[in-house]
């Protein structure tokens, strides 16, 4: 505060604290202050050589005032520049902390990528979903949208902090003129009057190191509005990286688990389709092989009862086959419920887990008693060529026995159900059993195994 009439210092004093000279200034009859004293010289006279501490006299110099209050403009111009630097200083704080809030509604508006959580999900699904937090993590992945602000101009910090710059840079451009300071002054002075705030903005204004001082320290609020504007830019570039990133997120879980997904279900469906089919193709063929086999085991059966000592070990064909071959009809049709294995039903779970329950599958848990309980499929059968050459030396061997027997040789039952049996033989297996018409009663036959 510079130095004021007596009058004026009285009236600003705490009650009780007057002075009838306050400051060691001039009695009021020696002249008043810059902007609150006496006539200036008459035209025409003399300069006043006056006391450079006469302030206020006709005679005083505005340099001379200037000076005496020198210290005190300096004081006042720091005190003044060093409030602006605090100010600016917590605008800029208050900007970092608005911007930091955004982004933390940024981040908090969608879940960070995450490709590991994915991919372990794909490499086991059941182990996977045994920890909860597994479980969220994908989902939050697989569904991942961005929920956070659009733009920092529809938030409530924006509009609160952009009113702080606008209101900063207004104060901070009242600086740049002397009605403007005393505006200022008036504005940040304790118990100010108009006399007082005039007198120090004409001091300050008079004192180019002061002034400059104020002027420098304000300037800087220029800066505000272009910080404010790059603040707002990278936090909006930051609102629209995040969108992306969801988007980009969810598209590659997506993109990996559902086709792992389809795949899992295909497998289930073709494999019960293709064991269907051989279930089909077994049953046909085991008919087939009965169909066939059967009356060729009777024909020998029946030879091998008329003759005498043709028994024994080619009674029976059909039987071995079937048992080598684990053979038996499978009744039941195979479906993908009952073809799954328990191993299946369990993936196919933890799946339904991670999806919620939204995955299309051929099987759930409703029919998982069911699961390994499609029946069992035979070796595919062999022909009934193979059958005959598995047992031709079996065969050829019995008809040797027999026809060295001379009670089978003088039959003529015997002979006849023997030629009739090798031609039979030979028609179905000609690899193995070979007849021709010859000289001998019965023909010429032999055998090949």
Do not use: C
Not at 159 to 170: D, K, L, P, R
Not at 354 to 379: C, E, F, M, V
């Amino acid at each position: 505060m510079a130095f004021l009439p007596q009058d004026e210092q009285n009236q600003n004093a705490p009650q009780g604290q007057t002075s009838t000279n306050p400051q060691n200034i001039p009695p009021q009859g020696a002249g008043g202050s810059v902007g609150a004293g006496g006539a200036g010289p008459k035209a025409g006279s003399a300069p006043s050589t006056g006391s450079s501490t006469q302030f206020g006299s006709s005679a005083s110099k505005l340099g001379d005032y200037l000076s005496a209050n020198a210290p005190q403009i300096t004081q006042q111009a720091g005190n003044i520049a060093s409030g602006l630097n605090n100010q600016y200083g917590q605008v800029n704080q208050d900007i970092t902390n608005a911007a930091n809030q955004f982004q933390s509604q940024v981040q908090g508006g969608y879940a960070a990528p995450n490709k590991d959580i994915v991919n372990q999900a794909t490499t086991n699904p059941t182990g996977f979903v045994s920890n909860t937090d597994n479980i969220n993590a994908f989902k939050a992945q697989y569904n991942n949208q961005y929920k956070g602000p659009q733009n920092f101009e529809g938030t409530d910090q924006y509009g609160n902090i952009q009113g702080e710059v606008n209101s900063a840079v207004q104060n901070a451009q009242l600086l740049q003129s002397p009605a403007g300071l005393q505006s200022y002054l008036a504005g940040h002075s304790k118990n100010p009057t108009r006399a007082s705030t005039t007198l120090d903005q004409l001091l300050l204004n008079g004192n180019p190191e002061a002034q400059a001082t104020v002027k420098n320290a304000a300037k800087q609020f220029n800066n505000l509005t272009g910080t404010f504007g790059d603040t707002v830019s990278k936090s909006n570039q930051s609102a629209q990286e995040a969108q992306k990133a969801a988007q980009e997120s969810q598209a590659y879980a997506r993109g990996q688990f559902d086709p792992y997904v389809q795949n899992f279900g295909n497998q289930i469906t073709q494999g019960a389709q293709t064991a269907e089919q051989q279930r089909q193709a077994y049953n046909n063929s085991l008919n087939n092989f009965y169909n066939s086999a059967v009356p060729v085991e009777q024909q020998i059966n029946q030879w091998a009862g008329m003759l005498p000592g043709g028994t024994g070990s080619i009674q029976d064909l059909i039987a071995p086959i079937i048992s080598a071959n684990n053979a038996g009809e499978v009744i039941n049709p195979i479906t993908a419920q009952n073809f799954s294995t328990p191993e299946q039903y369990a993936q196919a779970q933890a799946i339904q887990q991670l999806l919620g329950g939204t995955g299309q599958l051929p099987i759930d848990q409703s029919t998982a008693n069911q699961a390994g309980t499609s029946g069992k499929i035979g070796a595919p059968l062999p022909s009934l060529q193979d059958v005959l050459g598995q047992y031709a030396p079996i065969i050829n061997n019995t008809y040797s026995q027999a026809l060295k027997n001379p009670v089978n040789r003088g039959s003529s039952t015997g002979i006849k159900q023997t030629s009739d049996l090798v031609k039979y033989l030979a028609s179905l297996d000609p690899q193995h059993y070979q007849w021709s018409q010859g000289a001998t009663p019965i023909g010429d036959f032999s055998f090949n195994p």
